[in-house]
């Protein structure tokens, strides 16, 4: 009789050991957000005189193909150079270069 019970208490014990919970997977949610540049498309020809001379003095190969302005009077310029490489600049209205 004992070693019925010996049995019955391991093959218990070993089922429970056995019985282990799953994996608990968590999956991240990542929110990609865009901002917004607020720039409209203006003309080339409206550019403030500043900023048509500081692309023509730093950047003498360079013709501005778009030109752009937002409310606070700063410009991204889209330019092209002799060689074919494209480039976004950016400027005050003074014509200082500014990061983005």
């Known amino acids: ?15 429970t050991a056995f019985a282990q ?13 865009v901002a917004q540049d607020d720039f409209t498309a203006i003309e080339t020809s409206e550019l403030p005189e500043a900023v048509s001379n500081a692309v023509a003095t730093n950047y003498p190969s360079a013709t501005i193909s778009k030109a752009f ?21 950016y400027a ?6 500014i990061e983005m």
């Open 69 to 89: 302005v937002n409310k606070k009077e700063e410009y991204k310029l889209e330019v092209a150079l002799e060689d074919g490489t494209v480039g976004t600049l």
């Open 21 to 33: 919970e799953g994996e608990e997977v968590t999956q991240e949610a990542t929110e990609v957000v």
């Open 1 to 15: 009789m004992k070693k019925i019970l010996f049995v019955a208490v391991l093959s218990l014990g070993s089922l």
């Open 92 to 97: 005050d209205k003074d014509g200082n270069w």
